[in-house]
């Protein structure tokens, strides 16, 4: 019997954990909290509450996984992942197939020209250091191990619907350009074929492949639930109303390409088409694929 570890096991984790414990496997979730340790053994994972910032996993769990599922996020401070840190020391040599969920917010700003995973990461953000640093230490310590950097990822509570139906606006059309979205299904099902299979690069982007604007993918939303689209402001009235981080995020617009992901892998998409996912979303279905 195979033994998959999770560590940090959320809404993405969950799904690989579903597909895991299906397929056969002894199946190991790491979680911060209590109400994150009974979701994780809902779907038959053994879940053990850990705080990567006090000290790294066992090195005994470590070297006894076949699979190791890494979607915990980095510190909220520094240019560093601390957490990564500590992980890749206690391995001590162990290779097991892995997985890492980074981020396409690796690649920085980039307007509306392509991005693709030969494109230099530009960090424009300590957030996006973060995630650098913690694949550069990933791929050192197990070579053979797959970043897979997703973009917003989205489904069943996991939408802006509250703030869509109270009104909230949203920045202009024109103000801001493209963004990236990828179901988290879609993402659950690409860990679990990233640490089954053997793919021949290491870093792909875990994207749907549709770029769109934040405003298009607001106004689906609205028009799903028979409500008004968001009113519109401009950025002098976004800088008053949003946070810091919001605005970070905001300030940042590219098009990332899958194109890698699907001629090396050849997955079908569940959603490849963020219409369909967000029916599915608001639907609130399937709950765990």
């Known amino acids: 019997m195979s033994h998959t570890l999770i560590i940090g096991c959320g809404d993405t984790g969950l799904r690989v954990a579903a597909r895991a414990v299906a397929a056969g496997d002894r199946v190991t979730a790491l979680v911060r909290s209590a109400a994150s340790a009974t979701r994780a ?9 850990w705080d990567l910032d006090q000290r790294a996993p066992e090195a005994d769990l470590l070297s006894s996984a076949d699979r190791l599922v890494y ?3 980095p510190p909220r401070k520094g240019r560093t992942d601390t957490r990564m840190a500590g992980v890749c020391d ?7 197939a892995t997985v890492y969920i980074s981020t396409s917010g690796v690649y920085g700003d980039h307007g509306s020209d392509w991005v693709d995973e ?44 509250d703030r869509i139906l109270a009104g909230e606006p949203v920045l202009d059309d024109s103000e801001h350009a493209w963004t990236n979205r990828i179901h988290i299904d879609d993402l659950g099902a ?15 982007n875990a994207t749907d ?5 934040r405003t298009v993918f607001s106004d689906t939303i609205a028009e ?15 800088r008053e109303r949003f946070s810091a981080m919001r605005l970070s995020f905001l300030s940042e617009s590219r098009r990332v390409s899958n194109a890698r992901l699907v001629a090396d892998t050849g997955y079908q998409f ?6 369909d996912g967000l029916i599915a979303s608001l639907r609130g279905e399937p709950a765990i694929s």
């Open 190 to 204: 690409l860990c679990w074929k990233a640490v089954t299979e053997r793919w021949p690069h290491r870093i792909y």
């Open 71 to 73: 979607s915990a996020p």
């Open 90 to 96: 206690a391995l001590a040599g162990h290779e097991p």
């Open 224 to 238: 799903l639930l028979g409500t008004d689209p968001p009113p519109r402001i401009d950025w002098a009235e976004a």
């Open 118 to 161: 030969d494109t230099p990461v530009a960090p424009g953000t300590d957030r996006a250091y973060r995630r650098v640093d913690a694949e550069n230490r990933l791929l050192a310590a197990i070579p053979d191990g797959v970043v897979l950097r997703a973009p917003g990822i989205y489904g069943p509570g996991r939408l802006p619907v």
């Open 270 to 275: 569940l959603f490849a088409d963020y219409r």
């Open 209 to 213: 492949g549709t770029p769109t604007s």
């Open 41 to 49: 053994r809902r779907v038959g994972a053994t879940a053990i509450e």
